[in-house]
């Protein structure tokens, strides 16, 4: 069974509450896990945000927002 994209970013974060990763690392990270179609608009998401990074929960929040 393939990890959902939700366990993929924890993976990429690691589990660390406290980890802010930026679009370029999300994408370089999700890259070769995620359909590029779903990765492009969690990314736009996380554009959305106004931040120039975000954390676990957020990256979550969004990912989940998206199914």
């Keep these: 069974m393939e990890p959902t994209p939700q366990e993929l970013l924890a ?3 690691g589990h660390d509450q406290d980890a802010h990763f930026d679009t370029t690392q999300l994408r370089e990270g999700l890259a070769h896990q995620i359909p590029p179609t779903q990765l492009d608009k969690f990314i ?6 106004g931040d120039l990074a975000v954390d676990l929960e957020t990256a979550t929040s969004l990912l989940n927002r998206m199914r």
């Design 11 to 13: 993976d990429l974060y």
């Design 44 to 49: 736009a998401a996380v554009e959305g945000t």
